[in-house]
Every structure is written in C-alpha cells, then in structure tokens.
C-alpha cells in the first residue's frame, strides 16, 4: 500500500504520497514558506491561505501532492459541453502531464487509477515507466 501523509488547515487537506515524488520542487517554488523540504513536518500551513496551498499544489507534476476539502463546492468540476475538460501540460525536457483523474491500463493488462494527475515519462528511461520518475533531470 503506498504511503500517504495529510496535513491539515481549515477545511483543506493535503495529501502527500513520498513515493510518487519527483522532486520537481514545484511546490517549493511556488510557495517556500509553506513547503520547506529540511525541516519536519515538511509543509507548513499555519501562515498562509487554503487558495495559496491549493495553487501550489495545483502545480505539482507528478499526483505526489493533492488535496481534498470537505466543503461541498470543492468537488464541482469544470464542464465543456457536458463533458469534463481533461488539461495537458507539456514540459520542456520533461514528462506530459495530464491534470485529471485517468484509469491507465497497462500493456499486462493491470488498471491503474490515477486521482488527479499523472506525470508520463517522454525520454524512455523512467524506472517507473510510463510514469516520470524525474529520471531525465540527470
């Protein structure tokens, strides 16, 4: 079972799953007084806003952060002529990412659910292939 860690503020929770990280430091990034890898507990949320920590979380590349409200307006998806408008982000040098939850079947036949992101690798060399790794960065 993969291992998964919540942080809390106000009606937001942050999920964090350590193995499906790639160390993009996207969220450092975009908010470094929150997400501060050298110190424990290692996101920080006490002196920010729930907007700020979902934007940032919002940016990470590989689905290692995501978020869950427990308010009921946090769940409405946007629609596109009634169907759900699935985002995909290309990275210079990196993987494709596609913001949106996806079932992934791979060529063994094996489903897997991806909640709302997944991170695939373009240079081949992912060991978690045909998920990125960060493996193109060296």
């Known amino acids: 079972m993969e291992k998964k860690i919540e942080y809390t503020l106000k009606d937001l929770t942050v999920i964090w799953k350590p193995e499906t990280c790639i160390h993009s430091a996207n969220c450092i990034k975009a908010l470094p007084g929150v997400f501060k890898p050298k110190e ?76 709302r992101r997944a991170s695939f690798c373009r240079c081949g060399k992912s060991e978690k292939f045909p998920f990125c790794d960060g493996t193109h960065k060296k």
């Open 40 to 115: 424990r507990p290692w996101i920080q949320m006490n002196d920010t806003t729930v907007e700020a920590v979902m934007g940032a979380v919002d940016k990470c590349p590989s689905g290692a952060l995501s978020y869950t409200r427990s308010t009921v307006e946090a769940s409405i998806v946007p629609v596109v002529e009634d169907q759900e408008l699935i985002k995909v982000n290309l990275i210079d040098n990196g993987p494709v990412i596609v913001l949106s939850a996806l079932e992934v079947t791979h060529p063994d036949g094996t489903v897997e659910i991806k909640e």
